[in-house]
């Protein structure tokens, strides 16, 4: 089991709905990331949090809104999606953003499809 | 054998053989490299990691290497098992400016294990 939990697992939601993606870590760590996967290719990342504070926004429209309430939640606000909007969202920690040496850790992702 | 083209390049081996997964990196100034494993419907699951003043790097059952003069790193399996078969992700940590860095991922390997 991942140490990263996102929930919920699965959305199918319409246009014109809002959501909200969740992810919650409790190893103690400082940085959270947003990451967006279409199958087939590899991550991309979305936002990054560094000690609660948006530290990369990777030109993300904003019909995606982030949000970090504290150092152990992470939120992705949804509203008015496109269909090409539907893929894996993955939520990461890290200890640290500002030092080179840390790995990420993921969650198993919330699979999005946009009607 | 090994093929690269419009899909996820993938390597079919057999049970038992050892696996080689190779990856190009973009940035000379990265100094910290990643090797991720995602199956299907998780998150990707970290394996082994390299700093740049390292060239090999051993875990259980894994090796990487990673040769700097070409920007190369690769990842070697022993004795691949059928739970080996996933997606596998090179990674390399990038300074995006001041003291912060970010993740950014290769194209992935599809490997394939025969039983």
């Known amino acids: 089991d991942t140490e990263v939990t996102q929930t919920p697992k699965h959305l199918v939601m319409g246009m014109t709905n809002k959501k909200s993606l969740k992810c919650e870590q409790h190893?103690?760590?400082?940085?959270m990331y947003w990451y967006k996967q279409k199958a087939k290719k590899p991550p991309e990342l979305m936002f990054v949090y560094s000690y609660e504070k948006l530290s990369i926004n990777e030109s993300v429209p904003s019909r995606f809104s982030p949000e970090c309430p504290n150092s152990s939640l992470l939120n992705l606000h949804l509203h008015a999606l496109q269909p090409e909007d539907s893929a894996l969202y993955l939520c990461a920690s890290s200890q640290e953003q500002v030092y080179s040496n840390q790995p990420q850790h993921f969650g198993d992702g919330t699979r999005l499809s946009i009607l | 054998g090994e093929s690269v083209g419009l899909h996820l390049p993938t390597l079919s081996v057999q049970e038992g053989d050892n696996s080689i997964i190779n990856c190009a990196y973009s940035n000379s100034a990265s100094d910290y490299f990643i090797w991720y494993k995602q199956e299907s419907g998780k998150g990707p699951q970290f394996i082994i990691d390299?700093?740049?003043?390292?060239d090999k790097r051993q875990g259980q059952r894994v090796t990487v290497l990673l040769n700097k003069t070409v920007k190369h790193l690769s990842l070697q399996i022993a004795a691949t098992q059928p739970g080996d078969s996933a997606v596998y992700f090179c990674?390399?940590?990038?300074?995006?400016?001041?003291?912060?860095?970010?993740?950014?991922f290769g194209k992935g390997t599809l490997l394939t294990v025969n039983p």
């Open positions: 990674a390399e940590n990038i300074n995006s400016g001041g003291s912060n860095y970010k993740l950014t």
């Open positions: 190893m103690g760590h400082r940085a």
């Open positions: 390299i700093r740049s003043n390292m």
